[in-house]
């Protein structure tokens, strides 16, 4: 099932997500829809809280993009990017490494808004897989970008929270107007 996403405004990104402990048959589901809603989208990653769980849950997947190269190594050796896509990371721990490179950024809670983020250029990450299995694995590249930013908002951090002042000066019209539709969309809640 294709899940609505949550739009900037909405306190659920804020949320720091909590670990899931077991991988019971509403987690399978979620994983699945969160998959398919993704892959709907041509999104390149999408986490938990954006669809409405506060939970430590994200799924990544870079097959679609091809001018935007990554690498991959997985336990010290390469690996094939394809083969370990889609990626299902549950209660994942990241470690940037290496120097701060730009690279254009944007995310699904902010529709049409675009900015170059920087980050450090690699990333090394422990996780769970879909099944519970332990994974562990360095990435680089659109990869590194993807995982950095998703595990951003399993910890309530968003992309904005990142950009240089002077682009968040900027945008900040675009990203007001967009907070106060999306709290207008949700009269319940002040
Ligand atoms: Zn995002």
């Not at 769970?128 to 299995?133: M, R, S, V």
């Amino acid at each position: 099932m294709v899940l609505p996403i949550v739009r900037y405004g909405n306190p659920i990104l804020r949320a720091k997500g909590s670990p899931i402990e077991k991988i019971t048959p509403q987690i399978e589901r979620l994983i699945a829809d969160m998959l398919e809603t993704m892959h709907a989208v041509r999104g390149v990653g999408l986490a938990a809280p954006q669809v409405g769980h506060a939970l430590q849950l994200t799924v990544v997947d870079v097959t679609g993009v091809t001018d935007r190269p990554s690498t991959l190594f997985v336990e010290g050796k390469p690996a094939e990017i394809e083969a370990f896509m889609p990626l299902v990371l549950i209660n994942p721990h990241v470690k940037p490494v290496g120097e701060l490179v730009k690279g254009p950024e944007g995310c699904l809670s902010f529709p049409e808004i675009y900015a170059d983020i920087m980050r450090p250029e690699a990333a090394e990450v422990k996780a769970q897989n879909a099944k519970g299995g332990a994974i562990s694995f360095r990435c680089s590249g659109l990869l590194s970008r993807a995982v950095q930013h998703e595990i951003d908002h399993l910890n309530g951090i968003l992309f904005i929270d990142r950009m240089e002042m002077e682009t968040r000066r900027e945008l900040k019209a675009e990203l007001e107007a967009l907070q106060a539709e999306t709290k207008a969309a949700r009269p319940q809640q002040r």
